[in-house]
Nanobody, 115 residues
């Protein structure tokens, strides 16, 4: 069983930065794909960024050049550095760990960007 615990969300002004962290329990972290997703009120959950166990990275077009995903296998932690935040980045951000057929989600952390 894997548990994911996100932290680092909060309220920030437009143009500001936040760093999200997701700490994982269990022994499959280093061999799993990791991702950050977000869900705004009334909208579906969308991909923000993913990183494979081999280090390949993918970003949503809306965050390219502003967000950076990284992983530290020694700490079982995945990060999302968010710069130049915009009000439209406001959402609950969820951490995901996937090692098919296993798929785990964190509880989410709120990010609110004020204009």
């Amino acid at each position: 069983q894997v548990q994911l615990v996100e932290s680092g969300g909060g309220l920030v002004q437009a143009g500001g930065s936040l760093r999200l962290s997701c700490a994982a329990s269990g022994s499959i972290f280093s061999i799993s794909a990791l991702g950050w997703y977000r869900q705004a009120p009334g909208k579906q959950r969308d991909l923000v960024a993913t990183i494979t166990n081999g280090g390949s990275i993918n970003y949503a077009d809306s965050v390219k050049g502003r967000f950076t995903i990284s992983r530290d296998n020694a700490k079982n932690t995945v990060y999302l550095q968010m710069n130049s935040l915009k009000p439209e980045d406001t959402a609950v951000y969820y951490c995901n760990l996937r090692r098919m057929p296993l798929n785990y989600w964190g509880q989410g952390t709120q990010v609110t960007v004020s204009s």
